[in-house]
Nanobody, 124 residues
Framework: QLQLVESGGGLVQPGGSLRLSCASS????????IGWFRQAPGKEREGVSC????????YYEDSVKGRFTISRDNAKNTVYLQMNSLKPEDTAVYYC?????????????????WGQGTQVTVSS
């Protein structure tokens, strides 16, 4: 069973940066497509970004394009989400998820292993 652990969340001022990490405590992440999702208070969970297992291709939701960057370090068995130019509307609990799919798509049903989430709060 793949177990994922997110870290790196916290409180940051608007315009600031955070780097989230998603690490596996068991199986290697090399063969999994990894997605980042977020859920803001009172809202449904939404996809943010993903990186495929097959060719490393990436996808970003429109509101984070140009500000967020997803990457993977297979040697460290970790996927990162670098978040720059953060806005108050980025405030949410961020989850990473793993799925055995070749293409990078932000559909929750495609991912069958989820982390516990890490809180990101953007506020002055």
């Amino acid at each position: 069973q793949l177990q994922l652990v997110e870290s790196g969340g916290g409180l940051v001022q608007p315009g600031g940066s955070l780097r989230l990490s998603c690490a596996s405590s068991g199986l290697t992440l090399d063969y999994y497509t990894i997605g980042w999702f977020r859920q803001a208070p009172g809202k449904e969970r939404e996809g943010v970004s993903c990186i495929s297992s097959s060719d490393g291709s990436t996808y970003y939701e429109d509101s984070v394009k140009g500000r967020f960057t997803i990457s993977r370090d297979n040697a460290k068995n970790t996927v990162y989400l670098q978040m720059n130019s953060l806005k108050p509307e980025d405030t949410a609990v961020y989850y990473c998820a793993a799925g055995q799919l070749r293409l990078c798509v932000l559909r929750e049903v495609k991912y069958n292993s989820w982390g516990q989430g890490t809180q990101v709060t953007v506020s002055s």
